[in-house]
């Protein structure tokens, strides 16, 4: 009578144990698993941020790129100088640094590529009026001063030559400094003598002009439009 006891005990026992292991071996078996619905992709709240950014980044060049004019100088000593200057008026005013146009100098000036004619308006300090023989052409707003803010994202459009030949280029950062008389970038690039900065909603913020180091520095737009009378 006691052996049939510890027999069902043992066969009991045995019931568990094989339930317990069973169970561990099909969570861990390929069946288990195996799921034919795709997992989900979570994107977390700094990702998100940085997309809308880069998508908002792209369009607002696609806004402002044609509002830059490439220049290229021969000077009386026969040197060349390069850069870019930017579209103010739909009916050709634009605005460069009076280092790229320096009196005496023979100028060809760009629009899209196309070598265009112009006129030297004036020259005061460090910037320079031109007026393009060009009308309809296009122009990005103004932006406020007043409202950029520290580490704010930003972009420049300039014209590069290769091999005579202009050529579009970008370059992106962050405002580091910002008054009423100057606006530092954490961008370096050497070729963006008289390119435009614009924010990422493609606001004009100013032109650039390049330190000895190829730091981008930029006058800023209120400046701009006072020398201009805008």
């Known amino acids: 009578m006691l052996k049939n006891i510890f027999k069902i005990i043992g066969i009991f026992v045995l019931g568990i144990l094989g339930g317990i292991l069973g169970g561990i071996f099909a969570q861990n078996s390929f069946f288990y698993k195996y799921n034919p619905e795709p997992a989900p992709v979570y994107i977390n709240k700094t990702e998100k941020i940085v997309i809308q950014e880069n998508i908002a980044l792209k369009n607002a060049i696609g806004k402002v790129e044609k509002t830059v004019i490439g220049i290229r100088t021969e000077t009386k000593k026969g040197k060349f100088l390069e850069g870019s200057g930017l579209i103010l008026t739909s009916d050709g005013l634009f605005v ?8 005496g100098g023979s100028f060809n000036f760009f629009f899209e590529g196309k070598k ?5 308006l004036t020259r ?13 052409l296009p122009t990005a ?53 008289g390119s435009p900065l614009f924010d990422i909603e493609g606001n ?15 006058i ?8 201009a009378n805008l």
Do not use: C
């Not at 460069?96 to 009196?103: D, G, H, N």
């Not at 100013?206 to 730091?215: A, I, K, P, R």
């Open 116 to 120: 265009v004619k112009a006129q030297i």
């Open 220 to 227: 800023p737009i209120s400046k701009i439009r006072k020398f």
């Open 141 to 193: 707003s103004f932006g406020n001063l007043a409202q950029i803010k520290l580490g704010e994202r930003v972009f420049l459009v300039g014209v590069i030559f290769e091999k005579e030949e202009p050529k579009k280029m970008v370059n992106e950062g962050i405002i580091k400094y910002v008054n009423e008389n100057l606006i530092q970038t954490n961008i370096f690039e050497k070729k963006a003598a």
């Open 124 to 136: 005061k300090e460090d910037l320079a009026l031109i007026q393009l023989e060009e009308k309809n």
């Open 204 to 218: 004009t913020l100013g032109l650039n002009y390049v330190s000895e180091t190829g730091e981008v520095r930029t």
């Open 96 to 103: 460069t640094l009076a280092e790229l146009v320096p009196k």
